[in-house]
């Protein structure tokens, strides 16, 4: 628990405008609502037993999964586009700046490298093909978003960081000039430059990297561009913040919504592939993007299911849905192509 994977804790003024915050109580962050860890009924013996002797037999992929390599570096600066590497790491170029979020790219999502492998076919990216960025957003400080190995490289070509209240601490201690980093509680504005606005927002998580939870602040964000309305929204499960966000300042042109990971026993803290319709819905989303599935394994469902069981809602909803394979570039101004490119891996 002493390597530099693990992180720091906050303390001294970090620690003292953590314990300023509203959403800050006995000791940790709370959620707005009431958020047990395990559903009624549930409780770790099972979880654990369930993890390890009931996963679907398709769990990961026996396939190499398809992918396509973007070359980030000659995008044309005057296109929108996003580029999808797998569970919640994401390129995004909007009018002209480009935007990084979440970027694990080690090949594991866990603090040692032979644990929550990432599946064969999903490395197609490495810190080296991501070009100078200009906005670095960190959901939360869990492993899968995260990665001390992929932060620590990113280093050099990374100019502001964006994340909630804490997760600063990890990120001084890795190297980071505290001026680069812009930490926030919910609900703040951050004028990046002229035209680019981010709002910090609610959701419905946890976080930490060892044994104490909740230390550090889990965010969504609304990202305004001169042309763009993206929600980028971490981890979360449905709650009522969705439409209170969506209300707010709704309609968005996009809502990247996490979908995997799930499971009844835990549906506080990760959405089921049904509520991710809903929760675009009170967004007053034009578009659902589904991320957090397709490249490690946190839970007992198969592989493919999340996005099976979200394409079927949306289809029965009428939500326009884009799903990418890996590296794929999606072009914001026109997102009505997007293959089912999962239907032929097993």
Known sequence: MQGPQFGKAPSGERLKRIQA???YKDGQFQNLSNTPSLTNGANYIGVMWEFFFAKD????????????????????PA??????????????QLDGKKFLVDPVLSGHASPVSFITKSFNGTDVYTTDDIPPVDYLFISHDHYDHLDHQT???????????????????????????????????????????????VHTT?????????????????????????????????????????????DHYGPFDLAILENGQYNKSWKYIHMMPEELVKAAED???????????????????AWDEPIIRLVKEAKRKKMPIVHPMIGEAV?????SYSTVWWEHVE
């Open 21 to 23: 915050s509203a959403n």
């Open 283 to 301: 967004l007053k989303a034009k578009a659902l993007m589904p991320v957090h599935w397709g490249k490690f394994s946190l839970a007992i469902h």
């Open 151 to 197: 932060i620590v490289k990113l280093k050099p070509k990374i100019g502001k960081i964006i994340t909630g209240l804490g997760t600063g601490a990890h990120l001084e201690y890795w190297g980071y000039d505290n001026n680069s980093i812009i930490e926030k509680d919910w609900n703040e504005e951050v004028l990046l430059e002229e035209g680019f606005t």
């Open 331 to 335: 072009y914001l101004n026109d997102m």
């Open 57 to 76: 037999k398709r769990n990961t992929p026996a396939d190499t999964l398809p992918s396509h390599k973007t070359d980030l570096f000659k995008l044309n």
């Open 202 to 246: 609610p959701a419905r998580h946890f976080s930490g990297r060892g044994f104490k939870r909740n230390g550090t602040l889990w965010m969504s964000f609304v990202l305004t561009s001169p042309t763009k309305k993206i929600f980028i929204g971490g981890d979360s499960g449905y709650d009522t913040h969705f439409k209170t966000i969506g």
């Open 79 to 92: 296109e929108n586009v996003l580029v999808w590497f797998g569970h919640s790491s994401y390129f995004m």
